[in-house]
């Protein structure tokens, strides 16, 4: 099993931009700056390694059981869910062709790739009194490892990822759908699939049903890139993948891989007391992510193509769950393939880890569409993640179920909003009708009413809430020392916080224990007390990303920033994902312009063998580019290919080492790539949130926290 060293090592980019946040990295010389290797997570455990957790026990030494009152509030969910209705547990079931028997799945580097074994231990027992009941539910159901027929023709691979491997039977070969987020992930679904179904033969077309990663990073354990190149494997991708694939997340990659420790629970084990689960699959793996560009793309709102023989009717759904999506309908089969838009939960409509808040209503005309074009006659429907639903009338119920769901939180959280309620109220009074409370496939497995709600209003009206007190507020170290002043100071903070803790008050307790915090970065009792809160509230969270963000702040909070090598790029095909345009954006993001005061420069870049050229201006400390023309009178024309340019881009290589060796050419004063470079930072990847975590590290969890490799997170 892999060290957590190892693991973090690993991560891909959140759709590919939280990798990039620390790839791209350009001090001194336009080259990435490789992160100094840190200390194993044995040594950073206190020489643990190998210590096994007693049954029941917590896994930081800091660690408290769930109260009295949290053990309350997971009893009154058990007894208003409907845990009568197991329907989702004949239709996980059906069609179970092999089991893998694997338990791990070793990646090339080394490490474990994917390991089922740890999440085991929710099929041991039939409640937990640290995890919300849901939550428990869904997690059993996201056990399923192995291999299905979804009807004879379409079969799935299933619990080897966060996603699920589909496959079709095509006229010459196999097509496939989502090639989950690993190579080695990826080849061993083929290799259990060619054991007992697939045997001789060849893939022969592969679709990306979106953007996000977790669709399209294992497709290199599955096909070489020459037989795509030369026409013999199509890779099909609705139109802007490419673009959108880098674009949503690289400009804020290094903030949102950041913000993954706490949706993702990237440092937590999984156990009753830490990561259950991420709600769409049990984890992301963490083996080898790759991406080869598609090569026919889906252009029209319905396009019907014959993919090996197969005739596919795609309908593209772009600015749902991910900015370019879509479905695919096989009519000979009636069958329904709805890509991530509707899968068995609430989504997301913000997504924690930060990504452009998502339209609801456009989510939910797009699913009313595919039910009344499809979804009248089609007898089995399936998705990248979970189980199919077979039957026109069940098909019927989920479709009609996820439209209303989507289209409710639009249209009533703005409701809501136009009667007055703000951001900052909206999520204690917004609240999904009851009959979608009640329904499975609706609940927030990775999406919660909460946040979801939140992002509706920041969609439309953005982050104020209009009192015009908050519009230039105070940052929390500043305002903090004064409400804690009036307070009556820390001890008396620390005993009324205290009291509502034990009475079971968390959210009050959070409210005025964080505000101390916020004061006093160093005040060890209120960080111990504030985690104890933090804790409680998480285990009593549905939702995923709700749970692992309390329970990882408790973490940071008791143990501090974790130490280990962080996510970077090293993979070519990120690179290549890249447009010259965008790489020049993220070089004005990385720079600061403090540096830059009075810098006054223009440069003239020429790619010629891909024709590009771009004017890269630095005036009132801002660096710009436009594509597409030429300064009359540069300061510095550079002029290098974009296959050199990659180099660079990727770190293999200097700016300077090319115009020595001939590679690039320089006309003007070549000084100015350095004075450029001078202006580039190196972002944090262990960036503060809580404050007094950056200190020296404090007890740290077991070993097997770090053992028990947390997978890798992705842009859903």
């Not at 598609?294 to 197969?310: H, K, L, W």
Request: with cysteine.
């Amino acid at each position: 099993m892999a060290t957590r060293r190892a693991f973090i090592k690993t991560l891909p980019g959140v759709g590919m931009g939280m990798a990039l946040g620390t790839a791209l990295s350009v001090p001194g010389s336009f080259t990435a700056e490789a992160a100094p290797d840190r200390a194993e997570a044995g040594e950073e455990a206190g020489g643990q390694v190998g210590a096994a957790l007693a049954p029941g026990q917590h896994f930081h030494p800091r660690g408290k059981p769930p109260s009295a009152f949290t053990r309350e509030v997971l009893a009154r969910a058990r007894a208003s869910l409907p845990f009568a209705d197991e329907r989702d547990f004949e239709e996980q079931r059906r069609g179970l062709i092999a089991p893998m028997r694997a338990m791990t799945i070793p990646a090339e580097a080394g490490h474990a790739a994917w390991d089922m074994e740890q999440f085991r231990f929710l099929d041991e027992a039939d409640a937990f009194d640290s995890i919300h009941p849901s939550l428990a539910r869904i997690g059993r159901l996201n056990n399923n490892y192995g291999l299905y027929e979804v009807v004879p023709g379409i079969y799935q691979v299933r619990g080897l990822d966060l996603s699920d491997l589909t496959i079709v039977r095509g006229r010459a070969g196999w097509i496939v759908f989502d090639p989950l987020v690993s190579r080695e992930t990826a080849r061993a679904a083929w290799a259990l699939f060619q054991e007992h179904v697939g045997a001789g033969r060849p893939i022969s077309a592969v679709i990306y049903s979106h953007t996000h990663a977790d669709h399209w990073g294992g497709v290199r354990g599955l096909v070489d890139e020459a037989d795509v190149r030369s026409g013999r494997v199509p890779v099909i991708a609705p139109a802007g993948f490419m673009a959108h694939t880098v674009a949503e997340n690289v400009y804020a990659g290094n903030a949102m891989n950041r913000r993954l420790f706490y949706q993702y629970g990237l440092l937590l084990p999984a156990s009753p007391h830490g990561y259950v689960g991420q709600g769409l699959g049990q984890r992301v793996s963490a083996g080898a992510v790759g991406l080869i560009a598609p090569t026919r793309s889906v252009a029209e709102p319905i396009e019907e193509i014959e993919v090996d023989g197969v005739r596919m009717v795609f309908q593209n759904t772009p600015d749902t769950e991910a900015p370019r999506e879509m479905n695919t309908y096989i009519p000979e089969m009636k069958a329904l393939w709805m890509a991530e838009n509707v899968v068995a939960s609430l989504h997301n409509i913000y997504t924690l880890r930060g990504a452009p808040v998502r339209d609801p209503l456009n989510w939910s005309k797009y699913i009313n569409e595919a039910l009344h074009r499809f979804g009248l006659e089609a007898e089995v429907m399936f998705a990248s993640h979970h189980w199919p639903r077979w039957g026109n009338a069940r098909i019927q119920e989920v479709l009609r179920a996820q439209r209303d769901l989507y289209a409710h939180m639009n249209n009533q959280v703005l409701h809501l909003a136009n009667r007055g309620v703000t951001i900052n109220q909206i999520h204690t009074v917004y609240a999904l009708p009851r009959s979608l409370q009640q329904t499975w496939h609706c609940r927030g497995y990775h999406g919660s009413p909460e946040h979801n709600s939140r992002g509706v209003i920041q969609r439309y009206l953005g982050f104020w809430d209009c009192n015009p007190a908050t519009l230039i507020p105070l940052p929390a170290a500043e305002s903090a020392p004064l409400y804690v002043e009036m307070m009556g100071g820390a001890d008396a903070i620390l005993a009324r916080g205290r009291r509502l803790h034990e009475a079971g008050r968390y959210l009050l307790a959070q409210e005025i224990v964080n505000t101390l915090v916020q004061a006093e970065p160093r005040n060890e009792a209120a960080k111990d007390l504030l985690a104890d809160i933090f804790e409680q509230i998480g285990y009593q969270q549905e939702n995923p990303g709700l749970r692992n963000s309390f329970l990882a702040g408790a973490y940071e909070l008791r143990s501090g920033i974790p130490e280990g090598e962080t996510a970077r790029s090293s993979s070519p095909d990120v690179v290549r994902a890249m447009t010259t345009e965008m790489f020049l954006n993220f070089l004005g993001i990385r720079m600061d312009s403090r540096k830059a005061e009075g810098m006054r420069f223009t440069i003239n870049l020429v790619t010629p063998d891909t024709g590009e050229r771009f004017i890269v201006e630095m005036e009132n400390a801002t660096l710009t580019n436009i594509a597409g023309f030429q300064a009359e009178k540069p300061d510095l024309t550079l002029t290098i290919d974009r296959a050199d340019l990659e180099r660079t881009m990727a770190g293999a290589t200097t700016l300077e080492a090319q115009i020595a060796d001939g590679t690039a050419t320089v006309q003007g004063d070549a000084r100015i790539l350095a004075r450029l470079a001078a202006t580039m930072v190196d972002f944090d990847p262990r960036f503060e949130i809580m404050p007094g975590t950056r200190s020296a590290p404090r007890e740290r969890a077991c070993a097997d926290a770090y053992r028990a490799d947390p997978g890798r997170a992705v842009a859903e």
